[in-house]
């Protein structure tokens, strides 16, 4: 996975412009946001899945965006949590155990058929 930074409010505005963007919200004290990531990681296959965008961020350093993109995309901040977005509309969110690459991949790939 090719993960961009999420350090600053004005990559919110980009990531409303991409036909497909996923937001991962990393705690790096917590184990379970640990594991969430590294099982997201391991099953991710670029070829599964229609373009997207991936952001990480690191809600350690940054809970201020996090608290923005809860503000601006409706979605309650949760840790770990992925958002998937397409053209800046929440079509998918889930966090903790919940977070699932089948799924991610079969709401981008349904999304992109339409």
């Not at 991962?24 to 991710?44: G, V």
């Not at 608290?67 to 509309?89: D, T």
Request: proline residues 2%; contains cysteine; charged residues 25%.
């Amino acid at each position: 996975m090719n993960w961009i930074k999420l350090e600053n409010s004005a990559q919110l505005e980009e990531i409303k412009q991409k036909p497909f963007a996923l937001v991962f919200k990393h705690s790096t004290r917590c184990s379970i946001s640990s594991t969430a990531l590294d099982r997201l990681q391991r099953a991710w296959k670029n070829d599964e899945i229609q373009e997207i965008s991936l952001y990480f961020l690191d809600l350690l350093r940054f809970r201020e965006i996090s608290n923005q993109i809860a503000q601006e995309f409706g979605v309650e901040h949760q840790s770990p949590q992925v958002i998937v977005l397409q053209n800046g509309k929440v079509i998918y969110h889930n966090s903790h155990y919940g977070i699932d690459y089948e799924e991610i991949k079969n709401q981008v790939n349904a999304k992109s058929l339409v």
